[in-house]
């Protein structure tokens, strides 16, 4: 039998997105580490770590020291931060004891490469949807600002960031078509996902919902599907299951980490009553810490799972002496400053400018403080940055905004699309009123998506080719 001409291009055709995938690729990787060594040649480790990373760093160290002396046996292996999950120390330990003072540049450096693969997942992701927008989303991916910033510092959200988008693809891909296999990436995902940072573990009850209803939405939901998905979730049970039995153990505690109630208490309460009156949030913080100081004395904590669990139940009340309208503003706010941030303000070439912080800023109301950080920054370098990072990020939002009317006028992409901004939506209400791109790099990979999506709007308008897509789809 003579080949076809289709059939003798479609081996030509897989080629060339092969070699364009490991250009893009390796490409992603090229950006981050030459950004990482400029870093790090310019301000040493300090360019790689911030606030948060400094703990990190010496959680880790201790883990090492104890595992030299051979004393790191049993739990002690889950970290001495119970506020941490175990999986980024586990990444850190490693590279300490194998770089030693070169463990910050040599995480991110493997920080870069994990990157680069989360742009091949976009790939995925975006091909589940529509094959011709997937190298466009996965090229955004690779100079998308905020993924490069963040894979270049030491902190938990590059690793995140690879299994949510690990598990977004086996989800899409199972919405498509269910089967095993997607079921298994989907438990791998959510389980190495919480294993880093426990966001992630509220969102399962309602994922498994939103699948079920997306599968209902194309076909009925049969016994293997129904099966497929408690397989999903007993994958993702295994990998939490070390670090709540401890805690159940240990401390009597079925929460996955005690740091909750710091978070209600000294960040959730302070913004929202800075959202209702203008009380900065560091004046709030200091009248928090004393009142919580005098409960703990009146009747110290068992432990630091009771001590959350006391300043959450603080919190609480607080909250609702604040009442819904002040949450409401705070979260709004906050997922806008989320939304629209750049990537450049946390980049520490631009972060450590002497200047004044956004929580530090004067302002009568939030309104006034976002304009005085923007407008009136005393450092003009650094507001140049943040205006023009602004209208940048404005653009591309713009961009996403058509990507998402344009996917949505292919009927098939409907249930992945709802799950989608149902993951926004979730991040969004998870972070709350506290503002950093840092805290939106979990909805990167669908943000990608849709920038994908938009240029394959402005490359591809015409209605004509949106049926011919939704004809190939039926024919797959």
């Known amino acids: 039998m003579t080949p076809t001409t289709s059939s003798l291009q479609q081996p030509a055709t897989f080629a060339r997105t092969a070699n364009l995938l490991l250009a893009i690729f390796l490409g992603a990787i090229a950006i981050r580490w030459l950004y990482d060594m400029a870093l790090f040649f310019s301000m040493g480790r300090d360019g790689l770590m911030e606030a948060d990373s400094y703990g990190y760093f010496r959680n880790a160290q201790a883990m090492v020291s104890q595992a030299m002396s051979g004393n790191l046996h049993g739990w002690a292996w889950l970290g001495p931060d119970h506020d941490r999950m175990p999986l980024y120390p586990w990444l850190l330990m490693s590279n300490i004891a194998a770089f030693g003072s070169y463990a910050p540049l040599t995480t991110v450096l493997i920080q870069g490469v994990l990157d680069g693969a989360t742009c091949l997942l976009v790939y995925r992701i975006a091909g589940v949807l529509d094959q011709r927008i997937a190298i466009p989303a996965a090229i955004g991916a690779a100079l998308n600002p905020t993924q490069i910033v963040l894979s270049g510092l030491i902190y938990t959200d590059t690793l995140f960031v690879f299994f949510v988008a690990l598990f977004t693809w086996g989800a899409a891909s199972w919405l498509r078509e269910p089967s095993w296999k997607s079921a298994i990436t989907i438990g791998v995902g959510l389980g190495f996902a919480a294993l880093t940072r426990i966001v992630v573990a509220p969102w399962v009850p309602v994922f498994i919902v939103v699948l079920l209803l997306g599968r209902l939405f194309v076909d009925q939901v049969r016994r293997r599907h129904v099966a497929q998905l408690a397989a999903m979730a007993a994958i993702f049970c295994l990998g939490i299951l070390p670090v709540l039995t401890r805690n159940v153990t240990q401390y009597g ?65 607080e909250l609702i002496k604040l009442g819904l309208p002040a949450i409401i503003k705070a979260w709004t706010i906050g997922a806008a400053i989320n939304l629209a941030a750049p990537a450049i303000i946390i980049s520490p070439l631009v972060e450590k400018l002497p200047r004044t912080g956004f929580y530090a800023t004067s302002g009568d109301t939030m309104t006034k403080k976002i304009v005085n950080f923007m407008f009136h920054s005393d450092n003009a370098l650094y507001a140049w940055a943040l205006l023009l990072g602004v209208a940048g990020v404005g653009i591309v939002r713009l961009l996403q905004l058509a990507g998402g009317f344009y996917l949505l006028r292919q009927r098939h992409t409907w249930p992945v699309l709802a799950m989608m901004a149902l993951w926004i939506g979730f991040i969004l209400a998870a972070n709350g009123p506290i503002a950093s791109p840092k805290y939106r790099l979990p909805i990167e990979p669908v943000l990608c998506v849709l920038t994908g999506a938009g240029i394959g709007m402005l490359r591809r308008p015409k209605g004509s080719e949106i049926v011919a897509q939704s004809a190939a789809y039926k024919r797959a």
């Open 253 to 317: 505690s079925w929460q996955l980490t005690p740091q909750g109630g710091n978070h209600l208490a000294f960040w959730i309460v302070p913004l929202v009553r800075e959202a209702k009156d203008g009380t900065p949030w560091q004046k709030s913080v200091k009248k928090i810490s004393k009142r919580l100081r005098e409960l703990d004395k009146q009747a110290p904590p068992r432990n630091e799972f009771d001590e959350a669990a006391r300043h959450a139940e603080f919190a609480r009340e």
